[in-house]
Each structure stands twice: as structure tokens, then as C-alpha cells.
């Protein structure tokens, strides 16, 4: 990060989009490494920073290069310079990318569905019952209202 490089002497970071449910703005995680001044051991720091994504074009996992700028919103001082490594998609996050073949076989099957529903009205207008019959209850045992009603008569 040199002083009045590229940027104008503002800072710089590079981190990953850990968000991106926002209109124009994305969530980015910057990770830095710092030597503890007491125990000398290299200790992992995560920082997350709000910035503005003009062309909306950052997903979810994508590398990025931020620059601080003006404050854009309440939480909201930085902004995306450039995409430095897009990620792969997977087939939740790219319903669009989804293999057609799979697409179709599920249509079949709810092509299928669909026949038995319709044919199961035909069967009932037809006289057939499909429901099963309700089941008797023994009259000896205790819990039986029938077997109580039996007994007191």
C-alpha cells in the first residue's frame, strides 16, 4: 500500500464476499495476520466491512479489492474497485445452471402424479370405496367404553 498510489493515499484491503442480499452493497471479510506484542504468537483477525458495489456484479465468495471513500450510508465507508477472482457457483446459489435433463425428469414425475389424482375421483364415482375399515374393539378389554356400557346394562 503505497503512499498516493493508485488510490490517492486511501487505504486499500482484500478480502472475500461473505454477503450480497443488499442492493449495490456487499459484506467483505478481510483477514489479517499480527504478531501479539506480548506472547510473540501470529494471531488471525477477521473484519468485516460494508461496500458499495456500483455495478452489482460481486457474488458471494468472489475476491475483492476495497477502497475507503466518503461515508455512502450509516456503516457504510468503502467501496468495491475490482473483482480480482470470481467463485464457482454452486446449483443452489445458479438455479438458472441447473442441468435441463434433470429439469425434465422431474416434470415426468409430476406428470405422473398428476394421472393417479385424476383417476382416483373416477374410482369413487364408480362405487368403489378405497377407505379402510374401521377397526373393531374387543369388548374385554378395560379401556373400551363399549365393553363399560355392556357390564352396567
Known amino acids: ?3 498516493g498510489g493508485r488510490y490517492g493515499g486511501r487505504k486499500v484491503r482484500e478480502g472475500i464476499v461473505v454477503s ?39 457474488r458471494r465468495g468472489d475476491r475483492v479489492r476495497i477502497v475507503e471513500t466518503r461515508p455512502l450510508s450509516r456503516h457504510k465507508r468503502w467501496r ?9 457457483l454452486s446449483e443452489k446459489e445458479a438455479p438458472e445452471a441447473i442441468d435441463l435433463e434433470l429439469l425434465g425428469e422431474v416434470r415426468m414425475d409430476e406428470a405422473k402424479t398428476e394421472t393417479h389424482i385424476t383417476e382416483a ?15 373393531a374393539v374387543p369388548a374385554d378389554e378395560p379401556g373400551s367404553t363399549e365393553a363399560e356400557g355392556e357390564k352396567s346394562l
Open 20 to 58: 450480497d442480499k443488499m442492493q449495490k452493497t456487499v459484506v467483505v471479510a478481510v483477514e489479517a495476520n499480527l504478531r501479539h506484542p506480548i506472547y510473540k504468537k501470529t494471531i488471525r483477525r477477521m473484519r468485516r466491512y460494508l461496500a458499495h458495489d456500483e455495478a452489482d456484479d460481486c
Open 80 to 88: 468495491v474497485v475490482e473483482v480480482l477472482r470470481c467463485s464457482e
Open 121 to 135: 375421483p373416477q374410482a369413487a364415482s364408480s362405487g368403489v370405496t378405497t377407505e379402510p375399515a374401521p377397526e
Open 1 to 3: 500500500m503505497a503512499v
